[in-house]
Nanobody
Framework: QLQLVESGGGLVQPGGSLRLSCTAS????????IGWFRQVPGKEREGVSA????????FVADSVKGRFSASRDTANNTVYLQMNDLKPADTALYYC?????????????????????WGQGTQVTISS
C-alpha cells in the first residue's frame, strides 16, 4: 500500500532552519515528480516546491525563492525540503505529494490537482 510520510516539522524562531523529509512505502519516488505544499486553516493549499522527475531541478514558489530548496535521495527513496531563513508567514502544515503519472513533469507543477497521493502533513511553526 502506497504511503507517504512527512517528518521534520517543529517550532523554530524566525531566521531558523528546518529540513522536512518525505519517505514512501509501497512505491519508489524516483519515478515521479514530488511536490511540497503547505496549508493554513481557512486558506487554500499553496504549492511551495516541486521536484521534477528525471533530474534534480525543482520549481520554487516566489514566496520562498532563495530560502527553500527541494532535493531527492534516490538511494533512500526520500525527498527533502530544506527551509532556511524561516518567517512567521511560513507557519503551516506542510505536505508532500506524488504526481499522478510516472515519468511526467507538468508545466504547472505547483498546482495541487496534478497530485494524487498525499502524506498526512507535518506542522511547521515559526514564532519567537
Amino acid at each position: 500500500q502506497l504511503q507517504l510520510v512527512e517528518s521534520g516539522g517543529g517550532l523554530v524562531q524566525p531566521g531558523g532552519s528546518l529540513r522536512l523529509s518525505c519517505t514512501a512505502s509501497g512505491i519508489t519516488l524516483n519515478d515521479y515528480a514530488i511536490g511540497w505544499f503547505r496549508q493554513v486553516p481557512g486558506k487554500e493549499r499553496e504549492g511551495v516546491s516541486a521536484l521534477q522527475w528525471g533530474g534534480h531541478f525543482a520549481f520554487v514558489a516566489d514566496s520562498v525563492k532563495g530560502r527553500f530548496s527541494a532535493s531527492r535521495d534516490t538511494a533512500n527513496n526520500t525527498v527533502y525540503l530544506q527551509m532556511n531563513d524561516l518567517k512567521p508567514a511560513d507557519t503551516a502544515l506542510y505536505y508532500c505529494a506524488r504526481i499522478r503519472r510516472p515519468r511526467w513533469n507538468p508545466s504547472t507543477p505547483l498546482t495541487a490537482k496534478w497530485y494524487d497521493y498525499w502524506g498526512q502533513g507535518t506542522q511547521v511553526t515559526i514564532s519567537s
